[in-house]
């Protein structure tokens, strides 16, 4: 079945240039309500910092229906609020609801548009944002060409983690346009293909300190994706070229890329991956924040009712144009247990240590419980084994 893609409009991914064809008539019409509940030793991860019991509550809801020729309407939702101690820590919410339609111009001829809009708030970081992409593509047995055309309106502020500042006293606006046009080869197992994006951000007005932060970003994406013998590839390379409009922030030339296996044998599943993207932040004197990540995982089916998984994941923030770093390290396990009738269970714990110049966290420790509900309007609900992803410790 196809699905609707939602790419993010910072770094670079094999998803940002691809989204999977809708052949035929589609019907998905699934969701699912949780709630887990446990304990953070430091869930703003500094010096001096309190513990906290906290409580987050999911909603996810996928519908998409109809065919290319007739039209196909669709709507995903992802929303993920934890509440803290009100004297520890602010309210963490992410959500991202998306309106998605796409018909069929003229055979193998398609245009799809979506509308995404993403809330992502915590202690440290307020980022709101709108995005409008209208995509065409010619898709055949062997190739495809596409073109997306993409227009954001994004809010963004954030502490300066390493003062322990306030938020600004206004969020920074940006418009973001993007125009992306690229091709894809297809083979048995998968596809090679490249594209181009170009884009213009342009902030509202300048920042706190009267510097200018709009740029233009010229970005070459080569991607790859294989599916044979159990074993899936997924990688892109990107060169990432960055002009501002004034001389208050460096040019910025940057090799983003991405790069995931997965290999999967009998009961057992096995994964790495890796990446680098940017995304904007509004750090005084910063000009963008890029992030390196690196990550294995393997997990277990015991039988069709429970499943175990294990996490290690590193990640580093650099922030431009200054000599400020920080750096994440976690690992950790989560158990699921499948009650039936879309019930699911879940345990899990991890550790974690940030380190900042001149500062290095003492461990933290996440311990949570969770219960999942499916809710069934035609599909099957997942194993266990399928919802151990769904419930990977804080990162």
């Given at each position: ?165 306030d938020f600004l006293p206004q969020d920074e606006n940006f418009v973001t346009r993007t ?188 311990v949570q419980i969770g219960f999942q509900k499916k809710l069934d309007f035609g599909d ?16």
């Amino acid at each position: 079945m196809a699905a609707v893609v939602v790419a993010s409009q910072f770094g670079v991914s094999a998803g940002l240039a691809q989204t999977a064809p809708a052949a035929e008539t589609v019907a998905v019409n699934a969701g699912s309500i949780g709630l887990r509940t446990g304990y953070d030793s430091n869930p703003t991860d500094i010096l001096g910092a309190h513990g906290s019991p906290f409580a987050t509550q999911t909603i996810n809801y996928d519908y998409l229906r109809g065919s290319l020729q007739d039209g196909i309407i669709g709507l995903n939702v992802k929303i993920a609020d934890t509440q803290y101690d009100p004297n520890v820590a602010a309210p963490s919410t992410t959500a991202i609801i998306a309106a998605s339609g796409a018909i069929e111009l003229a055979p193998k001829l398609a245009l799809r548009t979506t509308l995404t809009t993403s809330v992502d708030d915590n202690w440290a970081r307020r980022s709101h944002g709108l995005q409008l992409r209208n995509r065409v593509e010619y898709d055949t047995t062997d190739f495809r060409f596409f073109a997306n055309v993409d227009t954001g309106i994004n809010s963004l502020n954030e502490r300066n983690i390493f003062t322990l500042g306030d938020f600004l006293p206004q969020d920074e606006n940006f418009v973001t346009r993007t125009f992306m046009p690229g091709f894809a080869y297809k083979f048995a197992t998968g596809e090679i293909g490249s594209s181009v994006a170009l884009s213009r951000v342009s902030y509202l007005a300048t920042d706190l300190f009267g510097l200018d932060r709009s740029h233009d970003i010229v970005q070459p994406n080569a991607f790859v994706t294989v599916k044979a013998n159990g074993v899936e590839v997924e990688g892109s390379l990107s060169p990432y070229f960055v002009r501002y409009d004034t001389t208050d922030f460096d040019d910025v030339k940057q090799l983003l890329y991405t790069a995931k296996v997965k290999y999967q044998t009998g009961a057992w599943t096995f994964g790495v991956g890796s990446s680098r993207t940017i995304q904007d932040t509004t750090l005084s004197f910063a000009s963008l924040d890029v992030g390196l990540s690196h990550e294995a995982s393997v997990s277990y089916k015991f039988d069709d009712k429970n499943a175990v998984s294990l996490l290690t994941r590193y990640r580093r923030d650099d922030y431009l144009n200054t000599d400020l770093w920080s750096t994440t390290f976690l690992t950790g396990f989560d158990f699921a247990h499948d009650f039936g009738d879309g019930y699911i269970g879940t345990a899990g714990a991890s550790v974690r240590q940030v380190r900042r110049p001149d500062e290095v966290q003492p461990w933290a420790l996440n311990v949570q419980i969770g219960f999942q509900k499916k809710l069934d309007f035609g599909d099957v609900p997942k194993a266990a084994d399928a919802k151990v992803a769904e419930v990977k410790p804080k990162t």
